[in-house]
């Protein structure tokens, strides 16, 4: 397993904008993506975009949110806009990696598996006012 490491967390008044940065491995055939834990609440998972580029989002953060992935810095981002209260949490970023020839179903079927995925980092605070 690999630990990843995510930045750019922070506080921001409502309205604003964030960007997650996240160093991760440079699979060829992934699950990639975001979820979050707000205090006292389930975990959420928010964004995730698959090796074919295709990108599933929750109800909750579509239209505003991007995840996306700088394939020459490896780095997965995302980028946060009209950010209200209720995004307030500790975000992580996760990922995995599938050999050819294993099941691979695309973002929809990462999305469903974001929690499991095999590698994560320890968070990153966002904190909307």
């Known amino acids: 397993h690999v630990q990843l490491v995510e930045s750019g967390g922070g506080s921001v008044q409502a309205g604003g904008s964030l960007r997650l940065s996240c160093a991760v491995p440079g699979y060829s055939r992934y699950c990639m993506g975001w979820f979050r834990q707000a205090p006292g609440k389930e975990r959420e998972g928010v964004a995730v975009i698959a090796s074919d580029g295709s990108t599933t989002y929750a109800g909750s953060v579509k239209g505003r949110f991007t995840i996306s992935k700088d394939n020459a810095e490896g780095t997965l981002y995302l980028e946060m806009n009209a950010l209200n209260a209720e995004d307030t949490a500790i975000y992580y970023c996760?990922?995995?990696?599938?050999?050819?020839?294993?099941?691979?179903?695309?973002?929809?079927?990462?999305?469903?598996?974001?929690?499991?995925?095999?590698?994560r980092g320890q968070g990153t605070q966002v904190t909307v006012s």
């Open positions: 996760a990922a995995e990696g599938y050999p050819r020839g294993s099941p691979y179903r695309g973002s929809s079927w990462c999305f469903v598996k974001i929690y499991d995925l095999a590698n």
